[in-house]
């Protein structure tokens, strides 16, 4: 399979659950992310990692717990959300975050998302 | 900070119109600007990416422009179908290792 996957591409849980989102990419690329789109809102950056480092966490409550055990792997685990936390959440790769040699290397590949919904 | 504004929400037009898609952002010191497209419930596909010296970008139908300047970039389609009705997502960067800056998005809709 190419590209980036996740899985699963629906959830539905409540409150007091604990889930896995996951994501997957296969285009060799060392960044990963994870997004969050909200009805009517911007998509919201929440995590970042380059390298399986966490280099950016855009204040996310701690009940969202990102794992990148390598570079290609990416999980959001998730324990007692609140139904605010319904959302579209999308993963994305790049081949580095930023730019290598002046040449552009950021441009992200997403996958299709998780559409979460807490009740 | 650095705020990304497409306007307007939605828009329908009839197969084989041209048609413009506005961005505007407020900072104008960015690093790239990129145009996507979002299928319903889908994730995103980067169609254009603008670095901030260059003027414009195309790819067969469509055209970016950017004028950093004045803080706005156009996505123009020629010719649109059915098949171009999506969600069309603008996307600042600020700086090499910045976070991209995203607007809401123009719904777009093309009639047969």
């Known amino acids: 399979e190419t590209g980036v996957t996740q899985t699963p591409r629906h959830l539905v849980m409540g409150m007091t659950n604990k889930k896995s989102l996951k994501c997957e990419q296969h285009?060799?690329?060392?960044?990963m992310y994870w997004y969050k789109q909200s009805a009517k809102k911007p998509l919201e950056l929440m995590f970042v990692y380059n390298f399986k480092e966490q280099t950016e966490n855009n204040s996310v409550p701690s009940r969202f717990s990102p794992e990148c055990p390598n570079s290609s792997h990416l999980f959001l685990h998730l324990h007692t959300l609140q139904p605010e936390d319904s959302a579209l959440y999308l993963c994305?790769?790049?081949?580095?975050?930023?730019?290598?040699?002046?040449?552009?290397?950021?441009?992200?590949?997403f996958g299709p998302g998780t559409r979460l919904t807490v009740l | 900070k650095q705020e990304v504004t497409q306007i307007p929400a939605a828009l329908s037009v009839p197969e084989g119109e041209n048609l413009v898609l506005n961005c505007s952002f407020t900072d104008s010191a960015i690093y790239n600007l990129q145009w996507f497209r979002q299928d319903p419930g889908k994730g995103l596909t980067s169609l254009l990416l603008?670095?901030?010296?260059?003027r414009e970008q195309t790819s067969g139908r469509l055209n970016a422009s950017l004028d950093k300047s004045s803080g706005r970039s156009t996505l123009y389609i020629a010719a649109s179908q059915p098949g171009d009705s999506a969600t069309y997502l603008c996307a600042v960067k600020a700086g090499a290792n910045s976070k991209l800056t995203f607007g809401k998005g123009i719904t777009l809709s093309v009639r047969p």
């Open positions: 603008i670095q901030s010296s260059q």
């Open positions: 285009l060799g690329h060392n960044a």
């Open positions: 994305a790769s790049s081949l580095s975050p930023g730019t290598s040699g002046g040449t552009s290397t950021d441009t992200q590949y």
